[in-house]
């Protein structure tokens, strides 16, 4: 299984390209529709397209076709997250789907739709009339479709993998000023999912939290805390032990622990350090440590995963001591 948007690939550079001539005739598309097999999603949508109606039989196919593919992505890459629990694959195949596939194939959409002129005014049904320059019309319609089920798959994959990322998220208005570079048309074809109504069981067993320690002993984790704390002041040792910190980073509940660790560094060099420990933990998440309650920074206010996503920097304080320490 892979994340390539094949159907939509042929849409815009292979067989299916709308503007070629072998795709002109309507009449082609009118046995070709029943071929399309609709699909549901196996999770609960948050949105759902909403496009103008289509006006003949090119482009109910290409409709029916692009909104299956839409959905039929959106569950392969669901299954991709619920199949692999690996969390270094699994931000391959977030960042690779939204920072490379999805984007790279807007700007072209962009960049046809500026070059081609397929100003969406001309599928406007209060604007135009579809009897004049059908072709044209169809075309127009077909890739701003596309354009949209893009969107829509973005949007989705962005909250399939949401626990990932620590950026703000993208919402549908975003695109046209970053990827498009397109003014925000006045209608917006994304409207909200009718949503499942699911029964909340009596009792609920709150979520675990735990930062999910991959080695089999504390030796080198006790190692690096030493160091840091002893080079760059990484915990207070007035208020903190070596033992509260490991206790916290490896326990497989953290609702179970009270240990406050308190800082005696920077939070941007904190927040460093997090992201150097990582490779040994599965979850050591910024929600997670904003979760546990248990992180005060030098100044003894509580860390919040905001805080530390406003602190990032590639080059705090004694960086090379820090780098060092880890190798």
Known sequence: ????LVIFDQILYGDLI????????????????????????????????????????????????ILTESIAYCNKIHQLINEDKNIKLQKYWRNDTLNKKIPSRLKDIGKIVKDRKYDIDYINPKKASFEIDSDYKTETY?????????IHIYLKVQELYKFLQDDDLLIEEDFYTQFLHEPIPETLFLKAAPQTIVVKPKEVKPKKITFGYNETTTDKLRSICRLLTLKVDFIDEDQTSEDDFIEVMTSKDIATINNKIHLGCETTQFRYIVDKFRPYFSSLTLSNIEKSKLFYSKNGVVITASNLS?????????????DNIFK
């Open 142 to 150: 077909i890739l701003h479709l596309l354009k949209v089920a893009l």
């Open 1 to 4: 299984m892979n994340n390539e």
């Open 18 to 65: 709308p503007w070629h001539d072998e795709n002109k005739p309507d009449e082609k598309f009118s046995s070709m529709i029943g071929e399309v097999k609709k699909t549901e999603y196996n999770f609960q949508p948050l949105n759902e397209i909403s496009f103008q109606r289509t006006f003949n039989q090119k482009t109910k196919y290409y409709h029916k076709l």
């Open 310 to 322: 406003r602190n990032k920097h590639h080059d705090p304080k004694e960086k090379t001591t820090i």
